[in-house]
């Protein structure tokens, strides 16, 4: 395109250049130039774009990255949270089993009172310690049911999130 701007110039200077020659080159001069003109625009404003795309695909691997070192921590918190649920669990069922063991035991073995006769033990000491017992393990696992739901619910929501940041980073990839 510049080649034949030049040589559009170079036939306008010749003197035995014609009126109809000179309309005719000036014409096709204003039309390559207004081209070139409206070609510079483009790349200039595609070249912006560029740029924009460029930094918002920067932010966007960015944001990538940082949820993904989130999520790893996260789970490995829920990883911890899920094993001090066993581990209270197992404590609380190991206590159950312990007071309902010693109970047992209190009644299977047969002591004599004074008389000789067999001993009666005192129930209503007994079951008022049962109701302490079942009704401190009732809170504390609701209080665990609630947190497993809490545990499940970010779960899903983490995993809902990985697969959004996935698929978002293969688009840039792809990108």
Request: proline letters at 0%; hydrophobic letters at 25%; aromatic letters at 2%.
């Amino acid at each position: 395109m510049t080649i034949r701007i030049r040589e559009i110039t170079t036939l306008l200077s010749r003197t035995t250049i014609t009126t109809i020659e000179k309309t005719r080159l000036t014409t096709e001069i204003e039309e390559a130039t207004s081209k070139m003109e409206t070609s510079k625009n483009t790349i200039e404003s595609e070249t912006k774009t560029l740029t924009t795309y460029e930094t918002s695909i920067t932010t966007l691997t960015t944001t990538i990255t940082t949820y993904k070192k989130y999520i790893t921590e996260i789970t490995v918190v829920i990883k911890e949270l899920e094993k001090k649920v066993s581990e209270t669990r197992t404590a609380l069922t190991g206590k159950t089993t312990t007071t309902t063991t010693t109970t047992v035991s209190g009644k299977d073995t047969e002591e004599k009172d004074e008389d000789g006769d067999d001993k009666i033990d005192d129930v209503d000491e007994e079951e008022g310690a049962a109701d302490a017992v079942k009704g401190g393990n009732e809170k504390v696992d609701k209080e665990l049911d609630q947190s497993e739901e809490e545990n499940k619910s970010t779960t899903t929501q983490i995993d809902s999130l990985t697969k959004t940041i996935i698929t978002v980073q293969e688009k840039s990839e792809i990108s």
